[in-house]
């Protein structure tokens, strides 16, 4: 019997990262269409960083998250619909209560891979609200196996139905991966996954190095649309996971409609490794900052390839975007004194 | 002068850091430390400095009214709606460390003298303490859209209670930024690092306004920042005002003294400085009340 994959689509959330949050609720309503005909199992929507994060800070989106949240769900049947949560940016009573009332199937309940413990009472009330909760940990490649672990274990005593981590930077490489995946896979009792960015190329090898490790989830958007180098590119993804022997039960042709379709309505540019991506994977910086730095570079007159870098050594974390312009000011401040 | 006497209650992070501060303090007297296990960090620092200790929680005082003044409640928003029912009938003034949204809220370097009049006073939150302010200054000189505030700490810098509450921080920064800022559209986003070295606190504000006016704000800043810096030591202006992007940043960092954290958690450090800043002045109200009614006093 073949291994079965669950497939989780970010396109219309990691998305919204390439397009400084500006999907439109009649974009998200045409993707999801075309999701739901491919049987893609689970379309995640909104806000780049999630439920609540529409901010200064991050980025405002062009429409509310319930707005999104609706467009999208009128159009899932089969399909779920899930959301991305970061406690920190969103609450329970601002943003979870009306999430589930809207329709949404699916909670990933994220947190920087050493704060399991700020989503106790968020995956709490997703499990009692009957809902299907997820746990996440971002920017993954910050610390060791063993600690993934611990977190982990954390968010499976909360509730959690499964666990996936997050190459919020794209840094990992393939071996990075089978050995953290391989670890949790032993520690849980829960289903472990994978998300995926392609700022070194690895995107796709790092997710068949996961399924190979053990990982039952994985994450992938079509033509790769999301931060900075993009995701996992899910049709590629789909078409070796089946030469693998795999199944995601995803209609392999509808899906390379789905993707044409998001092509020429929602993308603006089709992402691609540029320069910029692979400094920012090197440095080990979240994938989200790329349109941040890009501007504060040109604003501050600095290299975006120094900005990056110094924004890795200084082990910023997602949500951090307000360091950005910190330390633009800075590198410019030293320039001048020079 | 007579020294006010205080009961500290709760022995987390947030207690035993204020336990050091009243110890400093030239006004204040710490009565009693109050916990629930003899054998917390907290609990062994208090017994060490050689303050009276209890495991017994708000039975201490309800057993012994007259030994305190006035309480800090360092526990959590949930527990301090039952203390505040015991502490309301003893007559205690309580200075509320926890974001319950029960006492009056208070920014000293806004609102202090009012708050003397409360007995139940609540510090709002540390991400509050480090940007109202900045939120206040702001409002005085903008008609303003919009506020947000992004507050960054250092993980070993919050315990349990903090990351379990952490939807009360959010909700009770962004409605105490409205209450001073006079903005009704907030948001407050909270980001915790773990880096090692552990990072500062460091709290960024911005805001849509109607008509930039930096000049203007730039003076209300300076001297708001000056107010803080009278109680809160390692509070410090970083970057801005500035206008950027189509929107107003300011930037500061907050050291702490290192009293029971180290220093990188401003975050304690400012929400208990502000907190003993009010007892201080509690303090200081009363003894000057005791003086004028001696002065008063009939001679015979």
Redesign the interface.
Known sequence: MKKKILISDPTLRDGNHAVKHQLTAEQIARYAEAAEAAQIPIVEVGHGNGLGAS???VGESAVGDMEMLKAARRKLVRSKLGVHVM???A????DIEKAVEVGVDVFRVGA?C??A??T??HIGYVRERGKEVYGVLMMSH?VSKETLAEESLKMESYGAEGIIIMDSAGAYLPSDVTERIAELVKALNIPVGFHGHNNLGMAVANSVAAAEAGATILDGTVRGFGAGAGNTQLEVLIAVLDKMGYSTGIDFYKLLDAAEIAEREIMKVIPAIQSISIVSGLAGVFSGFSKHVE?ASK?YGVDPRDLFFELGR???????E??I??VA?DLAGKKVSR | MKKLKVAILGSGNIGTDLLIKTLRSPVLECAAFIGRNLSSPGMTRANSLGVKISDRGIEAIRSEPDSCDLVFDATSAIDHRHHWSVLQSLGKIVIDMTPSKIGTMCIPAINLDPCLDQRNVNMVTCGGQASIPLAHALGRTHEVDYVEVVSSIASRSSGPATRLNIDEYVETTEDALAFFSGCAKTKTILIQNPAVPCIDMQTTLFAKVKQPNLEALDREVKAIVAKIQAYVPGYRLLAGPVYENNRIVIMVKVQGLGDYLPRYAGNLDIINCAAIATAEAFANKNEKKDTDQRSHAPRR
């Open positions: 901010s200064l800070q406690p920190g940016f609450t329970i009573r601002k920087h050493t704060e413990d700020v106790r009472r910050m501007r604003e200084r082990k910023v974390v997602a949500g951090q307000d360091l312009i910190e000011m």
